[in-house]
């Protein structure tokens, strides 16, 4: 579910396109991607037999006192060549490796939560702060005409008093309201400049370097299908995560139990070795053993139990937080649902009213020009015109911001997010990186 593309809005969609390629947090997140699955290759290889070889040219000697029952005899010293193979391989009898290698799987399927959740997360940041750029302009906009408005205000009620129809007080309220009015651009053009700011160093980029081009507010989506509680689990990064690493840890408790039973190794050394290297391959100059070894714990002290116990309580652990990060999720769905319902009630509200507003400024000035009334009664509605164009623009941006949340809370937008991670072999960005230093 691409939720960006619902508010149709080109620069927004853009914008978020480019956070997944240059976003410095989700490069980060990527790296321990790339060394979860190098841990998790580590892991696996330890099921498999291992191989060594050794190779040895050297003097060896004995001292006419001394004693040497593996090399030459006393007073003696020999050249000494030697080539050699060594083999082991455990047999995973009770599946202790093979779990072990099953849960370092599951950490890189938890790096790979991570990321998503990190991905989905910051497309929201970045959404967020986008809305907050438009509506801050759009709030500038409507600030400039009304500053337009009472500058011209400010100019009738001056050349009235200097016709000798109104009043130096006339002057003062419209030159106080207009002083008022100005005094809120430049916290609007500060809040405006950070809103960028933000846009920039998610795109990982310095201040001022990410353009946004002309355009209106985005468009408030259509109501959308939340679904079951339980389909959480399959679209949440959070849930999936919690679910991974207790899989993990219950594959670690499995593996600590399997160290209180037997373990079979087979192993086998292969050696050649002679004083002359003429004969190092003539065929008698080797040695070699070959056999399974059996390892039986029998007395520890009480530390496989105790490790036990503690990889127990660590799976119950993982095992409260699947049911915490479940209830949290289905928590923050209902509250951005309930906060939409109620901004939007509020945002529909304030627009109704502008209307009405508006044909009050204008049956004011209409009155004022009569002399029917006075400069107060229009820069009251005025005021009134200008706090709720204002206050509308607020409750729009919490309806969209609200619906941003909506859409993370139900932890949609990852699957387009997602970029493949290389393995670290094939990883040649990785590579060029570190073979400069």
């Not at 480019?18 to 790296?31: G, I, K, M, P, T």
């Not at 910051?122 to 809305?131: E, F, Q, R, S, W």
Request: some cysteine.
């Amino acid at each position: 579910m691409d939720w960006w593309q619902q508010f149709r809005d080109e620069d927004l969609s853009r914008l978020i396109c480019e956070l997944v390629s240059q976003n410095l947090d989700l490069a980060e997140a990527r790296q321990r991607i790339l060394a979860a699955r190098a841990i998790s290759s580590q892991m696996g290889s330890t099921r498999l037999p291992r191989l060594d070889g050794t190779a040895y040219t050297g003097v060896a000697g004995t001292g006419s006192e001394g004693v040497n029952f593996t090399g030459p005899p006393p007073g003696q010293d020999d050249s000494m060549d030697s080539l050699g193979l060594s083999a082991a391989w455990e047999l995973d009898l009770w599946g202790r490796v093979q779990r072990l290698a099953t849960a370092a799987e599951a950490e890189v399927d938890v790096a790979v939560e991570d990321y998503r959740g990190a991905a989905v997360s910051l497309a929201a940041d970045l959404a967020i702060a986008y809305i907050d750029t438009r509506i801050l302009r759009a709030r500038l906009a409507v600030l400039d005409r009304n500053i337009e408005l009472q500058v011209k205000t400010v100019a009738l009620t001056q050349s009235e008093l200097a016709a000798g129809t109104g009043t130096s007080l006339d002057v003062a309220q419209a030159q106080s309201q207009l002083s008022q009015t100005m005094a809120r651009r430049p916290v609007l053009l500060e809040a405006l400049a950070r809103s960028e700011n933000r846009i920039a160093l998610l795109l990982g980029r310095r201040p001022g370097e990410v353009q946004i081009g002309q355009g209106g507010v985005p468009e408030m989506p259509q109501v959308i299908g939340m679904g079951l509680p339980a389909e959480l689990i399959q679209r949440r990064t959070d849930i999936r995560r919690a679910i991974t690493a207790y899989r993990a840890a219950v594959e670690r408790v499995g593996a600590t139990e399997a160290e209180k039973y037997p373990a079979v190794t087979l192993s086998g050394v292969l050696n050649v070795q002679s004083t002359d290297l003429d004969s190092l391959f003539a065929g008698h100059a080797y040695t070699y053993n070959l056999g399974p070894a059996l390892r039986i714990p029998l007395l520890d002290g009480g530390r496989i139990d105790a490790a036990v116990r503690q990889r127990v309580a660590v799976a119950e652990e993982q095992r409260i937080r699947v049911e915490r990060t479940l209830l949290v999720a289905i928590g923050e769905v209902e509250n951005t649902v309930v906060g939409i319902v109620h901004s939007e009630g509020r945002r529909q509200a304030l627009f109704n009213a502008i209307g009405p507003a508006q044909t009050a400024v204008d049956r004011a000035n209409e009155l004022y020009h009569a002399g029917l009334t006075d400069s107060l009664r229009v820069i009251d509605t005025q005021r009134q015109l200008v706090n709720l164009e204002e206050d509308e623009l607020l409750a729009r941006r919490d309806t969209l911001v609200e619906t941003v949340r909506l859409y993370l809370a139900l932890g949609g937008g990852w699957q387009a997010l997602a970029l493949p991670v290389p393995e670290l072999a094939n990883h040649t960005e990785f590579q060029t990186a570190h073979a400069t230093r």
